[in-house]
T-cell receptor, first 115, second 111 residues
């Protein structure tokens, strides 16, 4: 089956602009999580959605937001871009069974460069 | 390819050697851990997981050891191959499957 699909794979923006990234989870997966990866900070959790509800949020400013649609697809938005927002943004999906292991499957990421 | 990290700890081994990658975690209440592998230009890929009620788990060519007393995990890769070259992350699994990742270790395998 198809994996987690993220679009676009690469994009370049300038400071002050906003950006929207898209994630299509594995079919049947209802949980979508977003992570930011930078050389300095590593992989950091942004937020997690399940059935269109944000259940958990990491320590990022309000400029970072997201949403999930009824088909489990998710988008994240970053407004008023700063140079430090340059990063690889990773989306992961999982099935969320009521018990047992719940492994996240990651997409290839969207690489954002802010100039 | 894209760099996933600068100044990461690096482990260099020869093809066929056994590799051991270490990780310290912070939350003594964590009860589930995962090792991920990230190749250049790709997202992290699941390797193996372990629950806190175990101290060892084996997969195909990989073994994870958990020492809860000192909050330490290790990943052992047997007969390391050039295709194993990647950055390896340990992760603690929290509520709603939120992952707290370690800093990562770059494994370089020479033919």
């Amino acid at each position: 089956k198809a994996g987690v699909t993220q679009t676009p794979r690469y994009l370049i923006k300038t400071r002050g602009q906003q950006v929207t990234l898209s994630c299509s989870p594995i079919s049947g997966h209802r949980s979508v999580s977003w992570y930011q990866q930078t050389p300095g900070q590593g992989l950091q959790f942004l937020f997690e959605y399940f059935s269109e509800t944000q259940r958990n949020k990491g320590n990022f400013p309000g400029r970072f937001s997201g949403r999930q649609f009824s088909n489990s697809r998710s988008e994240m938005n970053v407004s008023t871009l700063e140079l430090g927002d340059s990063a690889l943004y990773l989306c992961a999906s999982s099935y969320q069974p009521s018990s047992g292991a719940n492994v996240l499957t990651f997409g290839a990421g969207s690489r954002l460069t802010v100039l | 390819g894209e760099s996933v990290g600068l100044h990461l700890p690096t482990l260099s081994v020869q093809e066929g050697d056994n590799s051991i990658i270490n990780c310290a975690y912070s939350n003594s209440a964590s009860d589930y851990f995962i090792w991920y592998k990230q190749e250049s230009g790709k997202g992290p890929q699941f390797i193996i997981d372990i629950r806190s009620n175990m101290d060892k788990r084996q997969g195909q060519r990989v073994t994870v050891l958990l020492n809860k007393t000192v909050k330490h995990l290790s990943l052992q890769i047997a007969a390391t191959q050039p295709g194993d070259s990647a950055v390896y992350f340990c992760a603690e699994v929290g509520g709603y499957s939120t992952l707290t990742f370690g800093k990562g270790t770059m494994l370089l395998v020479s033919p």
